[in-house]
Structure formats: C-alpha cells, structure tokens
C-alpha cells in the first residue's frame, strides 16, 4: 500500500508539473489594484478597493502566481478629481490594465466600474456648543442668561461629507457631572471618536463660563375661590384645602412671598361631557416653574 501510495503521489506531481508547462488556460482572478490621487486635497472616506476581477489567459505557473498575487505590484489607477464622480469604467483602464498583466493576456473585465468615496478636503468654520444633555447640570439648577464660549467658532479641516455631518456645531462635554456653581475653565478639544480619522481641528481649546441659579422646591395651601357655581351645583368631595407644589427661582423668594395666590373653580369652564371641573392658580407668575396641584381635579354633584 505505501509502494501504491507513493507511486500515485509521484504521478500525481508529474501530471500537475506538467499541466502547469502547458499554455492556453483561462481562470478568474483578483488582480491588486491602488487607486492614486492628491492626498493634500482630496481624502477616501471608505475604505478604497484594492482588487478587481479580471478573466486571464496564459501559461499555467503564470496564471497560479497572478492566481495567489505571487510578486505581483498592483496596478496603479490615477484619478485627478476624483470629488467629482465615485466610479470609473472599468473600460477606461483595460489597455493600460493587459499591458500590465504580462505575459498573461487579459480575456475580460469581470466587473464593469470600480466605485469609491473620495471626497475634496475643505476648512469650515462651525459653532462651539456646550452638551449639556444628562447630568452635567445638578439637578434643579439653571444657566443665567447663557453659556459663553470663547472662541464661539472654530475652523475644522475635513473631507466635505463628514463635514456636513457636524451640521455646523460642535459640541464639547465640560468633563464634570451635577455642576452646582458658577463654572469658569478652558475645556481642550477634540475630535468625536468617529470623525477622528477624518477631521482635523486648527483650535486647540476653548474657554467656557456661565454662572448658575438654583430651583428651590415649595408649597402653598391655596384659598378657594368658586366662581359662576349655580345654587343646584356643588362639588361631589367638598376639598378642604388645595395644594400648589413648584420650583421657584431663588433669587425670586422675596417677590414670591408678595404674592397672594388662590385656586379658581371657575363653572364657566367645566367640563359638560364628564361633569368635572379643573383647578386654575391666579395668579401664575413666570418665576414659577413644574407647578403641580393636588388635588386638580373636582367632579360636580347637581341636586
């Protein structure tokens, strides 16, 4: 059985040596391919193809080098704009293309274009902003007036799509959480993770201040006033008091106080579908804020 074996793997070898001397063959392969072009103006946003498959004709070790890209150099494709289009024909490059694959000759182009994503690299000025989403504010606490950055705008350099994603801001995290008090510092900036390979910016840092006010919580028990009730009607559950929960302004309390405030069941406005009626506060000044009344909501009895 080894005797048998060993002479089957010695033919086997001759054969496949002399297969490979032959010519005329025809197969498919992925021939290496580079697309060149300026990389001072223009920059691939994708990843550019590196292959196109191609029908060879040949001798038979050629073809299993150009097969396994054994030595070979890909074949370099120059394109001037490439902002303007995203293919070229694969028609374009077949001459150049079969003088290259030699001593092969080219049968056919497999595929008809070669697409890629290059786009022009352009500077834009955009706009500083502040993300102050989740928890950087602590909790009942607002800006006074507004947030400055200095500078407001910075100019970023990067291929035009990626550009056009920032849709003119670029916002900046302040590196802190539940910021409770006037906040003056200079924050560095950096490109978002996704658009690191992209874009470049030509400002290092900006300085952000703002100043805060806090939202205190309070309470009031409001006198009732009913207004328009006719003498047949009346409330099903008599309420003895009403409550008005808020957040006010602190710097607000002293003007708070002033005020004389009251609950209003006004018949005028009751609801004729359900026979209810809806709490109204008077006065309601805007220094109020997530203002909640219990209970809110009366249903009317008629005799």
């Known amino acids: 059985m080894k005797v048998v074996a060993l002479c089957f793997l010695a033919a086997a070898t001759f054969w496949f040596l002399n297969a490979l001397n032959k010519d005329n ?3 498919v392969v992925d021939f290496p391919i580079e697309i060149i072009f300026d990389q001072e103006e223009f920059m691939a946003v994708e990843d550019l193809p590196t292959k196109i498959k191609i029908e060879i004709n040949g001798n038979g ?9 054994i030595n070979e150099s890909p074949f370099l494709i120059e394109i001037n704009n490439p902002a303007t289009k995203n293919y070229i024909l694969t028609s374009e490059i077949r001459r150049n293309l079969a003088e290259n ?9 497999v595929s008809d274009t070669i697409k890629f994503n290059i786009d022009k690299v352009v500077t834009r000025k955009v706009k500083v902003e502040v993300d102050t989403s989740g928890s950087t504010i602590a909790k009942n606490h607002k800006v006074i007036n507004q947030i400055e950055v200095d500078p ?8 035009t799509s990626v ?31 996704p658009y690191e390979d992209f874009l470049k910016l030509e400002d290092e840092s ?21 207004t328009n009730f006719p003498e047949n009607v009346s409330l099903v559950q008599e309420p003895n008091h009403i409550m008005m929960y808020y957040l006010v ?12 405030f009251e609950a209003i ?39």
Do not use: H
């Not at 694959?101 to 182009?109: A, E, F, K, R």
């Open 25 to 27: 063959y025809n197969t």
């Open 61 to 69: 070790w050629d073809l299993l080098r150009k097969y396994f890209n």
């Open 101 to 109: 694959i030699s001593p092969t000759s080219l049968v056919s182009m």
């Open 152 to 159: 407001s705008t910075i100019n970023i350099k990067g291929p």
């Open 163 to 193: 550009l056009q994603k920032l849709d003119g801001v670029f916002k900046i995290k302040l590196g802190e959480e539940k910021i409770n008090k006037s906040f003056n510092k200079i924050i560095p900036l950096s490109v978002p993770a």
């Open 206 to 226: 900006v300085q952000v201040k703002f100043d805060l006010y806090q939202l205190l919580e309070g309470n009031k028990r409001l006198k009732i006033n009913k």
């Open 249 to 260: 302004d602190e710097r607000k309390l002293d003007e708070l106080k002033q005020i004389e």
């Open 265 to 303: 069941l006004n018949y005028n406005n009751r609801n004729r579908q359900d026979s209810t009626i809806f709490v109204v506060i008077s006065p309601r000044p805007s220094m109020l804020e997530d203002v909640r009344i219990e209970p809110a909501i009366f249903r009317l009895k008629y005799e």
